[in-house]
């Protein structure tokens, strides 16, 4: 089973440009996560979508929005990008059908300059 | 989520034991102890997880005292490999509850030859 992919693995934006992120989480899951991770806050929980849905979210502004296809792919959307926004983002998937384990993909490393 | 406490780093000799304590004094009765761990560069990775009783799989045993305020991930034979930085989570079960991961700063283990 391939496991979760996510594109691109680098991107380099500036300040007040908006960038769209992708995941594709295992087949069959139904459940993606997203987190940022950054050197001072470390990881935090971003949103996690479900059947098309969004089921949790956590305390990050209007400008992190999310969405979820029929396909379960996901994508996150971060508008006018501020310095701050430079982070690994990563998802993550679940099968959701009681299991505990998360998949974790390799992350997208964002640059903002 | 209750809040966890875990050591900020520790050393370990290759092939000895590894005993990464986590203290989670303010757990509720339906809230398990999950371990991920995240070694460079890559999206954190489930290692095991546990309500009360003991719990061992391929990777790692866990440990949690009887009255449930801690407990320890055993890693039996510490490789190189296993340098990484694992993180003790505490949280309800997974499924209608949603997925989200709350991650503190966790305990940076590395092992050395």
């Known amino acids: 089973k391939a496991g979760v992919t996510q594109t691109p693995r680098y991107l380099i934006k500036t300040r007040g440009q908006q960038v769209t992120l992708s995941c594709s989480p295992i087949?069959?899951?139904?459940?993606v996560s997203w987190y940022q991770q950054t050197p001072g806050q470390g990881l935090q929980f971003l949103f996690e979508?479900?059947?098309?849905?969004?089921?949790n979210k956590g305390n990050f502004p209007g400008r992190f929005s999310g969405r979820q296809f029929s396909n379960s792919r996901s994508e996150m959307n971060v508008s006018t990008l501020e310095l701050g926004d430079s982070a690994l983002y990563l998802c993550?998937?679940?099968?959701?059908?009681?299991?505990?384990?998360?998949?974790f993909g390799p992350g997208t490393r964002l640059t903002v300059l | 989520d209750a809040k966890t406490t875990q050591p900020p780093s520790m050393d370990c000799a290759e092939g000895r034991a590894a005993n990464l304590p986590c203290n989670h004094s303010t757990i509720s009765g339906n809230e398990y102890v999950y371990w991920y761990r995240q070694i460079h560069s890559q999206g954190p990775q489930y290692i095991i997880h546990?309500?009360?009783n003991n719990e061992t799989n391929e990777m790692a045993s866990l440990i949690i005292t009887e009255d449930r305020k801690s407990s320890t991930l055993i890693l039996p034979h510490a490789t190189l490999r296993d340098t990484a930085v694992y993180y003790c989570i505490v949280r309800v079960a997974t499924g209608a509850a949603g997925n989200k991961l709350t991650f503190g700063g966790g305990t940076r283990v590395l092992v050395k030859p």
């Open positions: 993550a998937s679940s099968s959701n059908s009681g299991s505990p384990e998360q998949f």
């Open positions: 979508y479900f059947s098309e849905t969004q089921r």
């Open positions: 087949s069959g899951h139904r459940s």
């Open positions: 546990g309500l009360k």
